[in-house]
């Protein structure tokens, strides 16, 4: 399974449309926040979620299968058990990447999914990876100057 940083570089790389399995409409949360992120990078953000009819100005569509464009990577904000299903699904839309986000790691579909020869990531965030390998930390405020190889002078020690 890929997670080097020569093979998250290329799929970050060569695949610019990116379903958003889970993607809320609530700005707070982070699927939300990555997915604006990603759009606001050049990427083409298909939100997949039955509760809404439109997420981030772009159509949501009830499940990956009723997307009608090729969509590289599959992008999942949902419970590790609710991934082999999206695996099958992302294997029968034709897409090049199973992506689980932090915290999900599903082996079974990770296996299938490579056995059928699309990429596979596990508990890693397509945004923090996007802006960790292409410079994007200064993005909404990551880079608060707080970190510094100088000790605080206000520090007890």
Known sequence: MPDDIQTLRRILHENR???VVGLSANWYRPSYFAAKYMMEH???IIPVNPAYAEVLGQKCYPNLRAISTQVDIVDCFRKTGEILPLAEDAIA???KVLWQQLGVRNEEAARKAE???LDSVMDRCVKIE???LFGGLNWAGVNTRVISAKRPRWLPY
Request: hydrophobic share 55%; no cysteine.
């Open 17 to 19: 449309v990116i379903a």
């Open 42 to 44: 050049g990427y083409t």
């Open 93 to 95: 839309i034709g897409a």
């Open 115 to 117: 056995a059928a020869g």
């Open 130 to 132: 996007h802006a960790r």
